[in-house]
């Protein structure tokens, strides 16, 4: 049961001796380089060195050290302590000079960047004019040529009704030539069939014919003996 108490104490000693400061961005002001250590005391193990202005992220605070993230480029996600004196929230003053500057490289080339764009839009502006202008030439000479073609669309219009009108009657008459060579051959054909007919009851009545005086030739003779 003691144990468990004096469990309990020192892990309430241990939070309230550490505070947590999340995200908060601090800079060494220290001249010569500080140590970031693995632990809260100059007994651990030293990570690496840090060089004053060096940039680091705080993420909590306990005795008197400061637990860090270093940042920048060749920070190598350094994570450690370090004693929370050599910090400061302030922004040294080459830390800014090296921010302005690149800010003014940024602005100086948003600057070209923008003038270039100036200077193409300018260029497509005119390839624009003149492509309007030309197609405005075009508008007005198919305006032209649709006003003439209005004008003469009635001389068009009775001169396609007329072809029409006579595509007609050339088919209708067509029509009308092949219904009278049908009938006239229809016709030829009867004739041929009653010629065809007289001449065989003209020869039938002349056997006909033949056969009667024939027989009243024999009865003559006949009666001669």
Not at 52 to 57: F, N
Not at 73 to 81: F, H, K, L, M
Not at 157 to 168: N, S
């Amino acid at each position: 049961m003691k144990k468990i108490v004096v469990v309990m104490f020192m892990g309430l000693w241990v939070l309230l001796s550490v505070h947590t400061c999340w995200a908060e961005k601090a800079y060494v002001v220290n001249i010569s380089k500080i140590t970031l250590r693995g632990g809260p005391s100059t007994k651990d193990k030293i990570i690496t060195m840090l060089k004053q202005d060096s940039a680091v992220k705080v993420l909590g605070t306990q005795s008197g050290w400061s637990h860090v993230q270093v940042l920048g480029n060749a920070s190598r996600n350094y994570e450690g302590w370090m004693v929370s004196s050599f910090l400061t929230r302030e922004v040294p003053w080459k830390v800014q000079v090296e921010g302005f500057k690149a800010e003014n490289a940024r602005l100086k080339q948003r600057a070209e960047n923008i003038e270039k764009e100036w200077s193409a839009s300018s260029g497509e502006k005119e390839l624009m004019s003149e492509k309007l202008e030309r197609a405005e030439k075009e508008l007005k000479s198919v305006k032209t040529k649709y006003e003439f073609l209005k004008k003469a669309s009635g001389s068009l219009l009775a001169l396609q009704e007329a072809h029409d009108k006579t595509l007609k009657e050339s088919q209708e008459a067509r029509v009308t030539l092949e219904t009278l060579q049908k009938e006239n051959l229809i016709l030829k054909s009867s004739q041929r069939n009653r010629w065809f007919l007289t001449g065989a009851v003209v020869l039938l009545v002349g056997l006909i014919f033949g056969l009667v005086m024939g027989r009243q030739q024999r009865k003559r003779k006949s009666s001669y003996y």
